[in-house]
């Protein structure tokens, strides 16, 4: 190879060598423009991904804060029909079944509210949580979880079924307390849908965990980012 190059003409040397001269930084400068143009994509794919996050978040989010805003409604609620001082349980009974079926109603995203006094009556907007189902409820961890807690409202660990009628829900409770006296009152339930949740997030490539009593997203088993509760 080396004495057939030598038989070469000068031109054709001088040429070849311009040729290779001239291959090497155009090689150099195409290897460093396709490793750009791979970085750019890349950082603009995570940025898209980032950005469809925090639109889940917000919008999980939202179905939280509005589970929370319903819980409270209830508890001044309830403070009000305490204060009234009805003698007639009936009555009471009535205006307890009144203000849980209105605040399905009222509040979104919400399938069930149960409600148990601190004697272990039970009201539900869901008849099929009462009876032997209402046990399960006051014998659970969230009502245990309650009792010596404070006003303030919290997302429950799957670790219950007690309050699935027709499918998964992930459960947000309070204890009612008379915000005068701070006698215990009961303890409330917000039973949120699953699939109202799953639906908050619309992309297949998502998916949800309930974990350390926290909401989170996560892409191909990383987690991704905390929703704040």
């Not at 001239?22 to 794919?45: D, T």
């Not at 009234?84 to 009555?91: C, G, P, S």
Request: hydrophobic residues 40%; aromatic residues 8%.
């Amino acid at each position: 190879m080396k004495k057939r190059f030598r038989d070469f003409s000068l031109k054709y040397k001088v040429s070849l060598t311009i040729l290779v001269v001239s291959l090497i930084p155009l090689i150099v400068l195409g290897s460093s423009i396709i490793m750009m143009y791979s970085n750019v994509i890349e950082e603009r794919s995570r940025m898209h991904i980032r950005e469809n996050i925090r639109n889940m978040t917000s919008r999980i989010s939202g179905v939280f804060v509005n589970a929370n805003l319903c819980g409270n409604h209830i508890v001044l609620n309830l403070n009000q029909i305490q204060d009234e001082n009805i003698e007639q349980q009936i009555i009471k009974d009535n205006k307890v079944h009144n203000l849980l079926n209105q605040s399905v109603l009222i509040f979104d995203g919400i399938e069930s509210i149960v409600y148990v006094t601190a004697e272990e009556h039970v009201y539900s907007t869901n008849i099929n949580l009462l009876g032997a189902k209402s046990q399960e409820i006051i014998h659970s961890s969230y009502m245990e979880q309650l009792l010596d807690a404070n006003g303030r409202t919290r997302l429950f660990d799957k670790t219950e079924e007690c309050m699935e009628v027709h499918g998964s829900v992930v459960t947000m409770g309070k204890k009612v307390i008379h915000i005068i006296t701070g006698e215990t009152l009961g303890y409330l339930f917000v039973n949120i849908p699953g699939e109202y949740l799953v639906q908050s997030v619309q992309n297949s490539i998502y998916y949800l965990i309930i974990k350390e009593r926290a909401l989170w997203i996560t892409q191909m088993e990383t987690y991704l980012m905390r929703v704040s509760l």
